[in-house]
């Protein structure tokens, strides 16, 4: 399963210049950080990095499911 996040990230495949084909350790972008700090008490509180799947990985899947969740997402799922 994969979340589709407000700027367009899948999996916490932030946008790049390039994106590696295995797994790999990505930086959070702040305004992620920032939406998920209600969640985690506070922003200190956010991981500043996440374990992600590569582009590789997602597009060898047999079976995707694609999560948008909240309102506040309905306008990057359009554009998607």
Do not use: Q, W
Not at 21 to 39: G, H, M, P, Q, S
Request: net charge negative; proline share 4%.
């Amino acid at each position: 399963m994969m979340e589709i996040g407000i700027n367009g990230y899948i999996c916490f495949i932030e946008p790049a210049r390039s994106i590696p084909a295995a797994c790999y350790v990505t930086e959070i972008a702040e305004v992620n950080r920032e939406l998920y700090a209600k969640d985690f008490g506070s922003l200190n509180d956010v991981p500043t990095h996440a374990i992600t799947f590569g582009l590789g990985t997602v597009l060898s899947s047999r079976e995707l499911c694609l999560v948008a969740v909240g309102r506040h997402k309905a306008d990057i799922v359009a554009t998607a």
